[in-house]
């Protein structure tokens, strides 16, 4: 079984804000909601700052911090190292929110369900479609899943997620300078493990212990 | 700028900071907002009537008090577990919260919480109900229903402020200080004038111990790391100084030590009690509401 996990390059990265957009459209997010940001920030004072631009998404850890705080098991890892929420367990605690260091998970309710894109205009039809196609339940804990209905059906296809688009993050699809890569941690062959070890990768915030399955490079 | 436009922006940057904001979120410390804010406050309020509800009822078996622990196990029972289920989003599946007690906090109190009801029901119905055993498992038992709240914010790494060593050690005591001065009005209140007298050195030490833990929280929380020390400043200025200065300064600090002076030597008089402690029980919630509202957690970048 694989273990999936992903690999972002920040000198690639031209904070387009491609993989926000993309991912909201992929999971129908209402407006305030998102899985995917660009944090941009500086270090340094003038005339030696330099710009940080850093992609985050949930981290998928090994060691989820969100995973041990989830009191009925709504938050559990996958098999293939995804980690994921089922809607019909949670109790809305948000035990799993407060214990996320990343800060990656939303709470959906009846604000966040019933904000519009065009304020006081009604709902788009593309709103209204989502809200169909991609339900979420009120009163739960929402979050990136890596995409896995993609990577489920892609792979029920027989093909390979991280080289096929139709099996891989819409994220990882809509970047238009390669800055993100997704691929299996657990086979020593992949290309986001050569890039892990060629380039030393690193995880956010490593103290906590998680284990993050997105890595970085520059 | 027409109201649409003021619409548009108020829901592209919502006041409550969830909007796009690439160059402060998570860029700086960011706040805790979950457990506190909006329907937060619940969660604020249920672990506040869980703690005093079952710190009257842990007093109460040392004086075999009746009256004290069916008021303690109601409080703690409804009060408190009422609160606790309109925090949630869904309190339905509230039943699914016992599903984990080995890796989450939060499911081990509903457990605890659960054979306190039990127990604590069975302790009141039962003549010589009062016996060592039971006083000893239902001690335990009030301990970790006290302790329950900050235990389940000791364990979120990710907020040093939380993380602290002497969070549970302050919220054992609070709940033993608080559960003690309400025992001590309801002794006034029944009129056992001696007894109330005889509780009044316990009154001083525990308000002793419960004051150095606060400082000792402030202290250790400074000291701990550049993210905690955050904390503490924002408990020092800003919004939230007026609660510290007042809530915990007066409230917490300043009135119980006038009323505990006035009271020393076990000159007791019902209406200081009292007095004592609408001071105490607001000076606690003062001091749950700063250590929730001012966490923070570590930048990401």
Partial sequence: MPRWGMVIDVKRCIACWGCTIACKEEHFLPPGVFFNRVLIGETGKFPTSSKLIYPVLCNHCEDAACVEACPTGATYVREDGIVAIDDTKCVGCRACMVACPYQQRTYYDEKTKNREFFPGQGKTEM???????????????????????????????????????????????????????????DDPNSEINRLIMEKKGKQLRKEFGTEPAVYYID | MNDNHQNLVETMFPSDGSGIKPYEWM??????????????????????????????????????????????WLITLILGGVIHMLYLGNPKRAWRMLMKPNTSELSRGIWIIGVFAVLGFLQMITPGGFNMVFNFIMGILC?????????????????????????????????????????????ALSGSATVVSGMEVWAATFFLIYILCIGLYAWGT???????????????????????????????????????????????NGFLVFLRLASVLAGDLAIRYLIMKTAVYNPLI
């Fill in chain 1, 127 to 185: 709103e209204t479609i989502g809200e169909k196609l991609y339900p979420f339940k009120l009163g739960t804990v929402i979050k990136c899943n890596f995409c896995s209905e993609r990577v489920d059906e892609g792979m029920k296809k027989g093909l390979t997620p991280g080289k096929d688009e139709d099996a891989t993050p819409a994220c990882v699809n809509i970047c238009p300078v390669g800055a993100r890569v997704f691929g299996d941690l």
């Fill in chain 2, 27 to 72: 860029i700086s410390p960011t706040r805790q907002r979950q457990w506190i804010d909006e329907k937060g406050i619940f969660l604020w309020l249920a672990f506040f009537f869980s703690e005093i509800g079952a710190g009257l009822y842990f007093m109460s078996l040392f004086y075999s008090f009746r009256p004290g622990i069916v008021i303690g």
């Fill in chain 2, 143 to 187: 301990l970790l229903i006290i302790s329950h709240g900050f235990a389940t914010m000791n364990v979120v790494r990710a907020l040093p402020a939380w993380s602290s060593t002497v969070v549970l050690p302050l919220s054992i005591i609070s709940g033993i200080w608080v559960g003690h001065q309400l025992l001590q009005l309801l002794f």
């Fill in chain 2, 222 to 268: 400074w000291h701990m790391s550049d993210v905690a020390k955050i904390s503490v400043k924002k408990m020092l200025e800003g919004d939230l100084k007026r609660i510290t200065y007042v809530g915990v300064g007066v409230l917490a600090v300043l009135l119980p030590l006038i009323f505990t002076l006035i009271m020393w030597g076990g000159s007791t």
